[in-house]
Every structure is written in C-alpha cells, then in structure tokens.
C-alpha cells in the first residue's frame, strides 16, 4: 500500500488551528486514491534545521514524501525587514545575506530527506492573506527564499506543489501564517493531483 508522509512545519501539523474541522493529514488521507495511506512527521515550529531529524522517525512502510519548511525560517529573520538602511541597496543585501544563510540550511534539510531514497515533492512558502497591510511587504520578502525553493526543486529534478498559488484567498488562513480547514483541503487536493500524475508534474497548483 503507497503511504505518502507530510514533513515540515504547521503547513502540515496544523491541527490546533482548525478545532473542530479537520487537519490537513486528514484531509490528504481523504483526497488520496484507493489504497492509499497518509501519516504526520511533521511538527508545529519546525525550521529546516529541525527536518532531519523527522526523516529519521519515518514509519518503515513510507513510500513517497512531501515536504513543507522554510516558513519559520523566514519568521525568525523577518526582524531586518524593520532594520534602518541607507539605500534601498543595503536592504537587498541584507536580504541576499538572510536568503543565502537559509539556502545553507534548506540544502541541508533536502539532502538528509533525499537521502531516504523515496519520491519527494516539495512546498514553496505560500504568502499572507491579501487584505492584511504588510502581504505587499512580506510576499516581496519572501520571494527571495522561495527563489531558494525553487531553484533547489528543479536542480534535483522534484515536483514543486506552489501554496502560493493554491492558497490565495484570505479563507485559506486561520490566521496570517497558518492554513485553515479551506486552505488544508485546497493542499489536499494538489497533493492528489501530484499522485495522480505518478509524480511527474513539476509544478503543481
């Protein structure tokens, strides 16, 4: 039986956030076909650099991974957005200093989940709801560690399941950096259109 495993932060282990509704595990367990099964390694607060060491908890019987991380990195740097510059260029090269030290740890993380040896579909870093006054500033920020996600996906040849555009509506949040029930399904979703395709779409919405 194909059983898929959800590695990563609160995009996945989201279950506090929607009381009452279901979770984003169980949403992709209802989404995925026949015969199919689903589990949760991934864990509320996780950075890249906390990854690791869910690969080594993998139930013996997994057979494909998807991977969402990187969010509370770019949480935990989004104090230099708030940082006094002198130019406009200063502030991009602290960015490129934020992006390279994450692109060292993101590295990192990938290489110890491909190391599993299993088909593995990675997440961009989905956005902020619209309506809030800083999304034109944190989607901007942003757009500098996706890069890093991106370019990582496509370099190793991996499916990329793009939140950003998949979670573009402001139901699709519980709150401003969590997935509600409606932003879980919608996931849910794409994640079967991913196992349906037999893992070769390389960018999915």
């Known amino acids: 039986m194909p059983h898929l495993v959800l590695l990563g932060d609160s995009i996945f282990d989201n279950a506090r956030y929607v009381p009452g509704?279901?979770?984003?595990?169980r949403q992709v367990r209802a989404a995925l076909p026949k015969g199919w099964t689903a589990s949760?390694?991934?864990?509320?607060?996780?950075t890249t650099r906390n990854v690791?060491?869910?690969?080594?908890?993998?139930?013996?019987d997994a057979t494909h991974l998807v991977v969402s991380m990187g969010g509370n990195d770019a949480l935990g740097t989004s104090h230099i957005l708030y940082e006094n510059v002198r130019?406009?260029?200063?502030?991009?090269?602290?960015?490129?200093?934020?992006?390279?030290?994450?692109?060292?740890?993101?590295?990192?993380?990938?290489?110890?989940?491909?190391a599993r040896g299993l088909p593995t579909a990675v997440c961009t870093i989905y956005d902020t709801p619209q309506t809030r006054t800083e999304?034109?500033?944190?989607?901007?920020?942003l757009s500098v560690f996706n890069d890093v996600i991106s370019r990582a996906a496509f370099s190793q040849g991996l499916p990329l399941i793009d939140l950003?555009?998949?979670?573009?509506e402001d139901a699709d949040y519980a709150n401003p950096i969590e997935p509600s029930a409606r932003g879980g399904e919608k996931m849910a979703r794409a994640i079967a259109r991913?196992?349906?395709?037999?893992?070769?779409?390389?960018?999915?919405v």
């Open 164 to 168: 950003r555009l998949i979670c573009n």
């Open 194 to 204: 991913l196992v349906a395709s037999e893992w070769q779409m390389q960018v999915v």
């Open 52 to 60: 690791p060491s869910q690969t080594a908890r993998l139930p013996k």
């Open 135 to 141: 999304q034109p500033i944190i989607r901007t920020a």
């Open 21 to 25: 509704e279901p979770d984003v595990v």
């Open 87 to 114: 130019q406009v260029a200063e502030a991009v090269l602290r960015l490129r200093d934020a992006q390279e030290r994450f692109a060292t740890d993101y590295h990192a993380a990938l290489d110890a989940v491909l």
């Open 40 to 46: 949760l390694e991934a864990v509320d607060g996780a």
